[in-house]
């Protein structure tokens, strides 16, 4: 016969389980009306965006390897014993990458900041004049 099998639970599972299902009092606010028209525009302008780091990062990736193919000697010539292919693709990539997606950032940010102050201001009235 095993021994009877024990159930191990933590102090805090316990207190977990003790607390039971309370409401989350953590709940963002429901947000107002959606102009569906200026959040198109916005995600279209944001997938352009996306759509030209992905070709910048796809000529990055192939014209490297491209370059590779297209020119073999890369793969003799040394730098401290190390060929100069493996060198680029270890370290002269990752700041070009770093590069790419700090400009991606910044474009994404920038179509944000664009649509920000194209949108009408919510507690403003549009009918109303100044």
Do not use: C
């Amino acid at each position: 016969m095993s021994p009877r099998r024990e159930k191990l639970t933590s102090p805090q599972t316990r207190i977990a389980l003790a607390r039971g299902n309370r409401p989350a009092q953590h709940l963002l606010p429901i947000p107002g009306p959606v102009d569906t028209e200026a959040a198109r525009k916005l995600f279209h302008a944001q997938r352009r965006t996306a759509v030209r780091t992905v070709a910048l990062l796809t000529v990055l990736l192939f014209g490297v390897s491209g370059a590779f193919a297209a020119f073999p000697v890369l793969g003799h010539v040394r730098l401290g014993g190390v060929p100069l292919s493996w060198l680029l693709l270890a370290a002269g990539i990752y700041p070009l990458l770093f590069g790419l997606a700090l400009w991606h950032v910044r474009s994404a940010e920038r179509v944000e900041r664009r649509a920000a102050r194209e949108a009408p201001r919510r507690d403003e009235d549009p009918g109303r004049k100044r």
